[in-house]
């Protein structure tokens, strides 16, 4: 906790949530010299939704190092570390978001794409027009059992999303919580007691931020961003979204952290796919080799003699699996998998 407040200007109240609701010896790893933690992060279990199926993942978070040893090498080692904790513990594919733009460099080099972005929109007072045909719910302070009764509808609506962090029934209490400890409101609609649109929203100096926001057809939406509105009735709204359009901001890395195992699934959706792929992985030296998907399967084999289709490092394999902008990726690599925008908020960052 003490690496955590010299590295990170949180509040108290949130750190103190923070390592209660996260933190346990089985998920954190600290790097010791002389006795001294001066490397720390968390590794962190999340589903995520890809290909038709739910993987594994771990989201790497607090990652820092005391100011006096710095640029010495402990991070990347403990990075390293890891790497292979997270295989050994049957994880295919590790996230993590920078704390600095400067950093997204430093990640790329251990492995690590940009693959998470989000969309904007802005939204001014008085610009959506008030709908009295939904009932509004929004507590003033955290209700548990009301959280509880909107879990469903967020967990449904987030499945739908592909390729997509979703979050545990614990996850998202906590994710409510720390809202409400911040000022902020939950808030949903419904219509003859069937919620139709859920938000979560984040009053800030100069604006109210709508950190995430879900609803069931665009007269939910307005109905919503008016209902924030009436809460904060002075302020715009920046709203978060998935990314679409031309305008995206970068927002969060992946790596894959076993390859066999996410060509394994490619090839089960694609049997039709015959594809020999060489793979240069220098952090795990068990995903470099070459791998051939044929018939629904993908197997590891021997290089003697092999001709290739394709020869990739894992960043660009990774950004081609997770589908992130297939018309910027060499053939065949952009053909592994559908185009899809990478999704992933709420991680208490």
Known sequence: MELWKQNFQDPEDFIQFYFKKKYSNENALVYEENHKPVSSLLLLPYPMSWLKTVILTSYISGACTCQEARNQGYMTLLLKE?????????????????????????YNKLGYASVF????????????????SFQVTSPTTFHPEFTTATY???SQAMEHRICCIQHSYEDYMAIIEEAYLCGGRLLTISRNQEIKGWALAIPEANHTFIKEILWENESCKKALLKQVFNIWPDKPIICKLPPYGLHHHSYGMARIINAQQMLKQVSKQNPGLTLTIKIDDPQLSFNTGIYKLSQGECQKIKPTGTTTD?????????????????????FPLNHLAPAQQPYMNLMLD
């Not at 890891?82 to 950093?103: F, H, Q, R, W």
């Not at 394709?310 to 060499?330: C, F, K, M, N, V």
């Open 152 to 154: 469903r509808f967020f």
């Open 310 to 330: 394709a020869e990739t490092d894992i960043p660009t394999l990774t950004q081609a699996l997770l589908g992130y902008h297939p018309e910027q990726l060499p």
């Open 117 to 132: 972005d989000y969309s904007t929109e802005i939204y001014v007072p008085d610009s959506i027009p008030h709908d009295f």
């Open 82 to 106: 890891a790497l292979t904790k997270m295989n050994k513990a049957g994880v295919i594919l590790s996230t993590l978001i920078p704390a600095e733009d400067c950093l997204f460099e430093y």
